[in-house]
């Protein structure tokens, strides 16, 4: 194995730098940087990817054997990538912390790379309201989180043989849980066609076949490893190795965030004392994706504002002011169906968790407020 480049601290301890010496790689790295420079790509990577950061970044290589490549291979291949990179495994985000960082400031609304990422805080959670207790303008409402098991390193890197042992950790830690928790782990090997079906048609199951994933790595060994858990209830979920290691959700029918909320804060805290999570110090927790970084919570709702909607540019201008994202009602790349919009709040680092979620309340209900007042 090559020696290292240098060493430098994540989390306490030092992360190898090795020397990447591989000239097929190589060769793919130069006509991957070619290829992006002579695009009109309007992706974070190729604003940030310079000469002088692919040159130093090219020749480095992590302990898992991660490369540039496996960071920026999605991004070339999709030139129409808002952000276009992916991180391998926990210590790329030091490794090439050089491409990451600033991409990671101009998501994450100017968290340099200087700042450090709160410590976690779920803040007061009887605090969390009801933003639409009279049902009429939010049709559902979730909040989620990534999390990394400590350990493993992330898509592009694991074996068929840790898809799999991770898969048993998850499946026996969720069948621990009680309460209104309580459920079924379903793994995707083996699926019955009608269970799968079901689960489909009910939003749940996630499917193979996102092509920036796909362009990462990330769907390597299918359908091995991954699966859903749900409870009795169906309206708490954790999805086990689609993007992240673990996304846990909480949804249900209604505008009440404070209950969505807290399902979601308790499940978290009844995982994590079975299975740690990968942290880093500087950026909270730790994922696949660099915008999902920090407090990785996304809470939204599908909401339904025909005033607001009608003008599209005051929709993005109040949604803004809070730091939320307004996206059609299928998420990222949709449009709205039935004016039915997704919103949610973009900020995940440089806040807590409470604060991120508070963002998302003060902003729903401002929302509101503006539709109501609307002739």
């Known amino acids: 194995m090559a020696g290292p480049l240098a060493m430098c601290c994540k989390k306490g301890r030092r992360v190898k730098i090795l020397k990447m010496d591989d000239p097929a790689i190589l060769a793919k790295l130069e006509e991957g940087f070619n290829a992006l420079q002579d695009s009109d790509s309007k992706s974070l990577l190729k604003k940030h990817l310079t000469k002088e950061i692919f040159d130093t970044c090219k020749v480095r290589k992590t302990t898992f054997n991660s490369s540039l490549l496996d960071v920026i291979q999605s991004g070339v291949a999709n030139l129409d990538s808002g952000v276009g990179v992916y991180a391998p495994d926990a210590d790329s985000y030091t490794v090439f912390a050089d491409l990451f960082d600033p991409i990671i400031e101009e998501y994450h609304v100017g968290f340099k790379k200087t700042d450090k990422h709160p410590s976690c805080d779920f803040g007061d959670l009887d605090s969390f309201v009801n933003v639409d207790p009279e049902g009429k303008f939010v049709i559902s409402t979730r909040t989620r989180c990534g999390r ?98 673990l996304r846990i959700i909480s949804m249900q029918k209604g505008g009440d965030l404070g209950q969505v909320y807290r399902r979601m804060v308790t499940a978290v805290r009844e995982i994590e004392k079975r299975l740690p999570f990968s942290h880093h110090d500087r950026l909270g927790f730790l994922t696949f994706c660099p915008t999902n970084l920090g407090t990785t919570i996304r809470a939204s709702v599908h909401i339904k504002l025909p005033k607001l909607a009608a003008d599209k540019a005051k929709l993005e201008a109040v949604a803004g002011k809070y730091n939320l994202q307004v996206r059609g009602t299928r998420g990222e790349h949709t449009e709205a169906e039935g004016g039915v919009y997704d919103i949610s709040n973009k900020r995940r680092m440089g806040l807590t968790e409470g604060d991120a979620v508070r963002e998302m309340q003060d902003g729903i209900l401002d929302l509101i407020k503006m539709e109501k007042s609307m002739n």
Not at 155 to 178: F, H, I
Request: glycine share 10%.
């Open 148 to 245: 990394s098991l400590d350990g493993y390193p992330f898509n592009p890197c694991l074996t068929e043989a840790q898809y799999v042992e991770m898969e048993k950790k998850v499946s026996s830690t969720l069948s621990g849980l009680g309460g209104e928790l309580k459920g079924t782990y379903y793994p995707l090997t083996g699926m019955a066609k009608d269970v799968q079906q079901k689960l489909i048609d009910d939003h749940f199951l996630f499917k193979e076949g996102d092509r920036f994933l796909q362009a990462a790595n990330a769907c390597r060994f299918w359908p091995s490893g991954r699966g859903i858990f749900h409870n009795d209830d169906k309206t708490f979920l954790v999805w086990c190795n689609e993007e992240d290691h």
